[in-house]
Each structure stands twice: as C-alpha cells, then as structure tokens.
C-alpha cells in the first residue's frame, strides 16, 4: 500500500530529455544500489509527464489529486499507475502499441532517503505532450547523449597492443576555449556525460581546466583512465577539480621485463608505477586496475605475482583483465603474435578463478565476453547481436584532438566517417550534419555489389537498428570493405584478418 502522507520523488539520480518525439529518461551517478547505472531508455511522453509531479515537494495524497485532474482518472487509477514505481526493486516494463517500455529500478523514493540538500529542476508536465510518438527510432533526435574528447593522441608509452590512433600528427589541436565551449553546449543539450581520453589525457596541459569544468556541471566522465605512475602532484590536482569518478590504471603486469618488452616501459617505470597506486591507496580517490591480456603475461605466475602486489593495496576497487584485441591502426600479423590462443585463455582464467576463490579483499573481474564472442552465427539482422549495443550515430559524438567528429573511437580520422568539424560547428549541428544523417540513412545503392548486404532481405531493419560494429567489419575484412556484413553475421564472409582467438 501507498502512504498517502509520505512524500515521494522522482530519484534525483534519473534526468528527463526531451528528444521531440519521445523522453529520454537516463541516470547520471549513483550506486549500484541507489540506482540503475548507465542507464537509458526512451519512455512515453505521457508517462514523462506523469513523473514531473514527483519533481516537487509534495505528499503523495497531494500529488494523486493533481495527477486526477491532469489524467482525468480517478486517484484510485493513478495509484495502481504509480504502485510498480515506488521503491521497485528491480527495473521494470510496460507496454505500448510500439512494444515494451523499460524503467529502471527505484523510480520514485521517500524524500527522506535523499542524502544532502534536495534539488532539482521543477518539471511541468504540459511540455510533455507530443504529437506523432516514437519509441523505435534509436537515433536522438536532439543530438548525442554522450561526447568523447580526445584531448590529445599522444601518449608516454609504446603499447604493442594499443588500438590508438598515436601515429597521425596534430599540428592544430583544438583550443581550450573551443573544448570548454562545447563543454557548456553538450550541458545544455542534457547530456549524460562527457567522456576524456587520450593517448594519454594527463599530457594536454589543460586537463585540470577541462575536468574542473565537467565536473561543476555533472557531466563528468565515469572513469579516465591512465598508464602515467601517479605523482602527488597529480593526486593534488584531481583532487582539486572534485571529481568524485573512478581513475583507472593500466598496468598488465608487476614483472619489468614484461612491461619493457610489450609497451616499450622504460626502466624505473614498474617501480614508479606500484608507488604511484601507493599513493593512490592513500587518497580519497577511487581507482581500478585494468590489465591487457597478451603472449607476453597469460602466465599464471606473472599474474599471481600482480595479485600478490595489488593485494597490499586497501582501497583498490577491482582488477579488470581483459584479452586483446585487434585494432584498425596496427596491422594484423603483429596481433596474430600478440593474441593468446582460446585455449591458452580458457587455462588461464580457470587458475585464475582458482586464485579469486583463495582471494577475497576486491573483486577480479575476466573479460571472457571478448573470448566468447560469436562470429557468423547470429540469424536475424543487427537487433539480434550479443554484448552491448553499438552507440555510433544513434547515441554517441567522438571528437578528435583536432576538432574533427567521428562516430566512434576506433574508427579516428577514416575520412569515410568523419562528419564534421567543431571548429566550425557546434555539436547539435554535426549531429545533424549532410554526413551524420547521410550514414545514418545509408540505401541499398551505398553498399558495392560485394557485400552481401546489398541483396540482403533484412538490409532494412539491419540497417535501421544500427547495430553494427563499424570498427569490427573494418578489422576484419579492411578499409575498404566498410560496408561488409558485421563478422557476427550467418552471412558474414570469411574473416580476412580473423577476431576470435584461434
């Protein structure tokens, strides 16, 4: 039952979009337990108008009378409306003439569970009512719901892994002034977050500036990470900016050789960098592990000897380890000697689990989605691949360090998929740029007679989903071959330049 005399709201932790046609309902911060993290789902207008009225402090008899003149139903309706949201435990869905609408879990709260001072903007619900619903289209109508710089390409090690782009020359990189501009456009356009990365973000001389920023306007990215040993001095500075986001160290192994022979470390470097996650422990800051899984450390005693050393570590919040993947910059034979094979993973990450049972300080967590990704076997077009969706031109806008926007972070400056210039325009007007929505909206005439895609009876709906993973189809069958089925496809050709792990 729902008292009538406790006041309910909407958890400060979700944010309401208009996107024209629909609502964005997203979630911004927050814990696991707080919130749905991460999350984002169109929702009806009119149930977006229904969740204003808990934008106000108010009682819930007081706000069922309200909601029964708007709707027009008895309050006896609109509490059987409101009861699946109230403290839900779980995400969850109803239906509409254009399929399941999803909600996350803990829509509505007690005001008292509000930590801090409660606020939040006053939602009127007459701005919700749309025309022409659409619940389908994945692609935002009012621009991205997640930028990326790259504030810069270069970097202080030499990965042999590194899917980076590091070798193309920035002669003009994007000012400051331009970065925090956009940085204020993107708050205004309610993005959800705005994500750094590098090369290595901490050698652009501004980073402090640009994080400083994002933060005072929560959009702060959720993690950076970073492969410099962590200083004082960089501890100071972090700390300074307020960001409360997870810093994540890249370190593949505790054992100097491994890491001179396999991302050109120089000497000192493994020393500096186990001081550095020293310091790290000691500060307010949350930080990760994250490990790159190769030929040169899928060895159980390497990794054992890591784990001995992060071990000593108080505050570490997880270890991530990760296999390798290919990338569209290096060249495939020399992935081919980088990729452990199936097998030697699968060892590997049984002796592991070994290792964790014994282990219980922070939790390790083995990438194995990537070794059990299946190639050309999924039936039924882009809507129906496995693993996380692909946010290019539906959701997401990748900046480079010079100004120019691609569609995703691996893809970089292929001119095929560049589509447009924040130095010359704003990011709603790339979003909507002639070659934005010309990729977007791509016909069985943009596609060569040899890819099977042209002829294919799912072009459609594969196409209008945008599922499919641009940087995977360019690795494994080349650049010009763009337009190729995604690898996990029935009707995916043979790989040219193989994902899995043999």
Request: aromatic fraction near 10%; hydrophobic fraction near 35%.
């Amino acid at each position: 039952m729902i008292n009538l005399d406790k006041t309910y709201i909407l958890n400060p932790h979700y944010h309401l979009r208009h996107d024209i046609h629909r609502v964005v309902l997203f979630s911004k911060g927050g814990t696991d337990y707080d919130c749905s993290r991460n999350w984002h789902t169109f929702i009806h207008p009119l149930q977006a108008a229904l969740l204003s009225f808990f934008t106000y402090n108010r009682t819930m008899g007081e706000t069922l009378t309200l909601l029964s003149d708007f709707f027009c139903k008895s309050p006896e309706i609109i509490e059987k409306w409101m009861s699946e949201f109230i403290n839900n435990p779980h995400p969850v869905y109803t239906y509409s003439q254009q399929g399941k609408i999803y909600f996350p879990k803990r829509m509505l709260i007690e005001v008292e569970e509000v930590q801090g001072e409660l606020h939040f903007d006053q939602l009127d619900a007459s701005s919700f009512i749309y025309k022409k619903p659409d619940l389908t289209t994945r692609r935002l109508y009012t621009g991205p719901l997640m930028v990326t710089f790259m504030l810069t390409n270069r970097c202080t090690t030499h990965c042999k892994y590194c899917y980076a782009d590091t070798a193309t020359v920035v002669s003009n990189p994007l000012p400051t002034a331009r970065i925090m501009e956009l940085i204020d456009e993107a708050a205004q356009m309610q993005v959800q977050q705005v994500n750094l990365m590098g090369g290595e973000i901490f050698l652009h001389k501004d980073w402090q500036k640009i994080l400083k920023r994002l933060v005072g306007l929560d959009i702060a990215p959720g993690y950076i990470s970073t492969k410099i040993p962590m200083t004082h001095e960089i501890i100071a500075a972090l700390t300074d900016t307020g960001y409360q986001g997870i810093v994540q160290v890249s370190l593949d192994a505790c054992d100097a050789e491994v890491l001179q022979a396999s991302i050109g470390a120089h000497a000192g470097y493994t020393e500096a960098m186990l001081k550095g996650l020293r310091l790290l422990d000691e500060s307010s800051l949350n930080y990760q592990i994250s490990s790159v899984l190769t030929t040169y450390n899928c060895d159980i005693k390497i990794l054992d000897g890591m784990l001995q050393e992060l071990s000593t570590l108080k505050q570490i919040r997880d270890w991530r380890i990760v296999p390798v993947n290919n990338s569209i910059t290096k060249g495939y034979k020399e992935f081919v000697n980088l990729k452990p094979s199936q097998e030697q993973i699968t060892t590997l990450f049984h002796r592991m689990r070994l290792l964790i049972e014994q282990h219980g300080s922070f939790p390790i967590i083995l990438g194995e989605e990537v070794v059990n990704k299946q190639f050309k076997k999924t039936e039924g077009g882009s809507c129906k691949f496995n693993g996380s969706e692909c946010s290019a031109l539906t959701t997401h806008l990748f900046v480079l360090p010079d100004g120019k926007v691609t569609i995703c972070e691996q893809l970089y400056w292929n001119p095929h998929f560049i589509i447009g210039n924040v130095t010359q325009s704003g990011l709603k007007e790339v979003w909507n740029s002639q070659r934005s929505l010309q990729l977007y909206s791509l016909t069985r005439n943009d596609i060569s007679s040899q890819s099977h895609c042209r002829e294919c009876s799912l072009f459609e709906s594969c196409f209008s989903y945008q599922n499919r993973c641009w940087s995977d189809i360019i690795k494994a069958y080349g650049t010009d071959c763009w337009d190729f089925p995604d690898p996990r496809c029935i009707f995916a050709p043979e790989m040219k330049n193989r994902l899995d792990y043999e």
